[in-house]
């Protein structure tokens, strides 16, 4: 994610810093390259006078600006809720962590310290495999930090290692209640974040394999292209000299909503517009160290060349 005070004034347009422009800039040349060849020709291609008028680059400029906002929209819609789902997730392992220190520390009901402590780096250990999961990662490093050793060697064999981690907080909690260590009420708060827990990993796993449907990605790309090189031949004829410089800026446009719905359609992954996965794992670390009394906590993740990963 881009954190990074917006620029004001004419800086605005020289922003490169977050801007979507290095990634298409070899589209741009290209049509704008074009463009000049058309304008110097005026429109001769191998002595054929190419003809065409404003009037179809009108009506298929409305309708591809129409469809590139609406994908642009679905995009942006799937990115907004795999943010919320993390929002959530914060909340449930925020929550979980307080019940589970402080609903179940009555030491008059020998519930061990050791249980506690275990359940609680558990929803660490979530965060992360969760995180991995989405990223396609390697999560052992974490799950050996955060995990005891058998558990760390259990879960390696696990297909799928959120869904590990609940069924052992459950197992957890349902032994505690069973042996009338924790009180039914109690153990039914608890059991309700888990359940979300697993919530928000079915969510985010919903966005992370559900795409927009490719052929309707594919439709929108080749028109895009398609009109953005075939413009200099609409315009040349009315415009003249100024035809670069309108398809460098109609180019722009197009090619950059084109590319900002390709960013922001799968937001789990690695790039500077995805989401902050490891800041949000450390933030939840950070909590949770809190709730178990650690005094030894990491920072929080800074900014890397204002990229927030």
């Known amino acids: 994610m881009i954190v990074l005070e917006r620029p004001s004034g004419l800086r605005l347009f020289f922003a490169l810093r977050g801007s979507i422009l ?7 040349a290209t049509c704008t390259a074009l463009a000049v060849l058309v304008t110097v020709s005026h429109g001769v291609l191998f002595d054929w006078k190419v003809t065409l008028t404003t009037v179809p680059f009108s009506l298929i400029g409305l309708a591809l600006a129409i469809f590139l906002g609406f994908r642009n ?13 993390w929002g959530d997730l914060l ?4 929550s979980l962590a307080r019940q589970v220190a402080a609903l179940l520390a009555d030491e008059s009901s020998g519930l061990p310290a050791a249980l506690r402590e275990r359940m609680v780096r558990r929803t660490v250990a979530f965060a992360h495999a969760l995180r991995h999961q989405l990223r396609g990662s ?21 297909s799928l290692p959120t869904d590990w981690l609940l069924r052992r907080q459950a197992e957890d909690l349902g032994r505690a209640l069973r042996e009338g260590r924790v009180p039914a009420p109690q153990a039914a708060e608890v059991d309700v974040h888990l359940s979300g827990l697993a919530a928000v990993a079915a969510g985010c796993e919903r966005i992370r ?12 790309h080749r028109t895009a292209y398609v009109y953005c090189f075939l413009l200099p031949f609409g315009l040349v004829d009315s415009i003249g000299v100024m035809t670069p410089f309108v398809v460098l800026i109609v180019t722009y446009t197009f090619f950059g909503l084109d590319a900002v719905g390709d960013e922001i359609e799968d937001p789990f992954g690695r790039m500077a517009h995805h989401l902050p996965l490891d800041a949000l794992c450390r933030t939840v670390e950070i909590n949770l160290l809190e709730a178990l009394g650690v005094a030894e906590r990491p920072a929080p993740l800074e900014p890397v060349d204002n990229v927030l990963l």
């Open 138 to 158: 390697d999560p052992a490093e974490d799950f050996a930090r955060w995990l005891g050793p058998d558990e760390a060697r259990a879960i390696a064999a696990s």
């Open 73 to 85: 929209s679905a995009a942006y819609e799937r990115y907004w809720e795999a943010r919320k789902l």
């Open 91 to 94: 909340h449930r392992t925020r």
């Open 22 to 28: 290095p990634r298409i800039a070899r589209s741009l």
């Open 209 to 220: 394999h559900t795409p927009i449907p490719f052929a309707y990605t594919l439709l929108l």
